[in-house]
């Protein structure tokens, strides 16, 4: 087995990536870095945000920076949170446990996934409030409505509808792993788990996950589904859970000015401007080329979030600078976890802080709400213009 380094030795989300693929088995972390198709979008939507370039600006007193923003009615101390992500506890077991109370501890929102190996009411709990629910519209509509009355009962305020996964894309390394959920054991499987025991071990230990939300619902069979079919979700759903949900409703997953302005029309109170991370539309557009013309459809004053490709702070204040209110993190914290557990998802979320920070600073700015277009570089040599 590969000898892992301690998280003082991750430097950034590159180094995170680099231990987790040598400390997880290659079935789990091709899960979590594998996209949909050829799998380019995933890295397209990386390089799209690395192509907008930023102005410094200098003599400027910066010496006192504040990241804390306010989305919704939530007064936040920095300007990112936790995706929504299913089965985070195959990254490393109590990882849910470990987002929950990273983001009581930094104040800051974490989505608790229908999927999550934690119940939905252990999470809001762990996080001290600070859990938004996520969920999807399968099948079984009744099992959606419980859990909404679930997350309404114990305190949720916020829902996030994730809709663009209608069918569930095909993802090769997972298909040439064998990755199933629950889990097939096959020779080939048996080989990748037994060559990475540590996380084979400490998995064992702690117990198989399970989806929670599934196991403990009252309506539904008890079974996550995976590939099942949300073919069904259209509008007349949105209205549903529109009527249903009476708190704080996120439409995530859209990735066209059309679609935002009738989802914004219908009642939804911000749109999650997403491709999924690149593991959907394998042809479709990296999602920050679609945050400006979203932001333009839907007019400066509604709420937008943005989520796919971030890696760095400095992607954060990109994000900000293009429209977004608000931005999400996925990977970079499931490789983190993979690569050290608690430790790793401490060092990287303390990463993303100061290189936030760093970025507010040299582009002249004290405060990330003053965050604007006009930071974004307008001209450089060879007249490419962002």
Known sequence: MSKVLPSNKIYSIKEAIQL??????????????GASGDEKLSEINSLALDQIRLEPRVLRNV???????????????????????????????????????????NNIPTCVSMASTTTLEKMYELSEGRSWMQLYIFQDENFVMELIE????????????????????????????GFAYPFKIGPKQFFD????????????????PKPMNYVTSKSGDGIFKRKESRGSTDFETLKRVRDKWKGKLIVKGVMSPKDSIKIKDAGADAIQVSNHGGRQLDSATAAINILPLIRKAVGEQFPLIFDSGI????????????????????????????????????????????????????VGLNDINDISSEIVAKEVIGNTKY
């Open 20 to 33: 987790s693929k040598k400390r997880l088995p290659k079935l789990v972390f091709d899960f979590i870095d």
């Open 63 to 105: 010496e006192k920076r504040s990241l804390k923003k306010k989305f919704f009615d939530y007064q936040f101390d920095y300007p990112f949170g936790f995706a929504p992500m299913g089965m985070t506890n195959l990254s490393w077991p109590g990882a849910d446990i470990m987002l929950a109370k990273e983001s009581a501890k």
């Open 150 to 177: 679930r997350a309404e009962k114990t305190g949720y305020q916020t829902l996030i509808l994730t809709v663009d996964v209608p069918v569930l894309s095909r993802r090769t390394r997972d298909d040439k792993n």
């Open 193 to 208: 788990f037994a060559t990475h025991p540590t996380w084979s071990l400490t998995t064992l230990f702690k117990g198989i």
């Open 311 to 362: 890696r760095s702070g400095s992607d954060i204040v990109r994000a900000l600078a293009l429209g977004a209110d608000y931005t999400m993190i996925g990977r970079p914290v499931m490789y983190a976890m993979g690569a050290d557990g608690e430790k790793g998802l401490k060092r990287i979320v303390e990463i993303l802080k100061e290189e936030t920070s760093t970025t507010l600073g040299l």
